[in-house]
């Protein structure tokens, strides 16, 4: 399964870095990828729905945008 979503406030190489570590600790995530734009793409071999990703990375501080 592939979800791509925006995170909206990637401002540094270093909040890439907590949002993969964030997004990495829900179950069956595979591969995370995250452009300096935010844009970003995540596999999953289980169902993982966008409130767990937004509440996951929130927890970092971070918010998420569909469009």
């Known amino acids: ?3 791509n979503f925006k995170i909206t406030n990637i401002t540094c190489g270093a909040c890439i870095k ?3 570590s964030a997004l990495g600790s829900l179950p069956g995530v595979k591969r995370i990828e995250i452009n300096s734009d935010g844009l970003t793409t995540l596999e999953s071999d289980t169902d993982i729905s966008m409130a ?4 996951t990375l929130e ?5 998420i945008s569909l469009n």
């Open 1 to 3: 399964m592939l979800i």
């Open 18 to 20: 907590l949002s993969k």
């Open 52 to 55: 767990e990703i937004k509440e």
């Open 59 to 63: 927890k970092v501080d971070k918010k």
